[in-house]
């Protein structure tokens, strides 16, 4: 009992093992056909991936374009000016907090910046990891419960004297 079924080029499949519809009269030999709309055609990759490769390096030209522009207009501007540049801080016309600048001169007077800078970087892996590790257990099904009722329990073993204290006297 084998059955065929074929394809044709026009989205039709054709079983011949399928009964035939009830509103044709045809024999139970005649094969069944279901067609299936069409769908618009498709882009090929190498174009959608050609056309957008184009549209971003014309984005990245624009872009340098107006950079240069900006940079020729900024040279013949100070040419003509004859006056200093201002810094940033006094073309916005606000001054830094007094935490950067306590910050900057506590770095000025550090003598060792590779040795400060190393024990930064390594703090901040040492965060990092100790992060990883504690939610990887926090993950664990049974362990966070433990972990729970472990903590709630010595948050009473070391508050049970305070209590006992305020119950033995009665001016507290």
């Known amino acids: ?11 039709t499949i054709i079983d011949s093992r399928a009964p035939p519809f009830p509103h044709r009269q045809a024999s139970a030999s005649s094969p069944s056909c279901i067609s299936l709309p069409t769908l618009p055609p498709q882009l090929l990759q190498s174009q959608t991936r050609a056309a957008k490769a184009t549209a971003y390096c014309r984005k990245i030209v624009r872009n340098v374009l107006t950079r240069a522009a ?8 100070t040419q003509v000016e004859a006056s200093p540049p201002a810094t940033n801080t006094e073309a916005e016309g606000t001054e830094l907090p007094d935490i950067v600048k306590t910050v900057q001169e506590a770095w000025e007077k550090v003598e060792d910046k590779y040795a ?23 993950r664990l099904p049974l362990v966070p419960g433990v972990l729970e009722v472990v903590g709630i329990g010595y948050t009473g073993f070391e508050s049970l004297p305070d209590l006992m204290v305020c119950l033995q006297e009665p001016g507290i």
């Open 1 to 11: 009992m084998a059955s065929s079924l074929s394809v044709s080029s026009s989205s």
């Open 70 to 77: 900006d940079v020729e207009v900024a040279a013949t501007t």
């Open 116 to 138: 400060i800078s190393s024990l930064a970087v390594s703090g901040f892996v040492a965060l990092w990891g100790t992060a990883g590790v504690v939610s990887a257990i926090d």
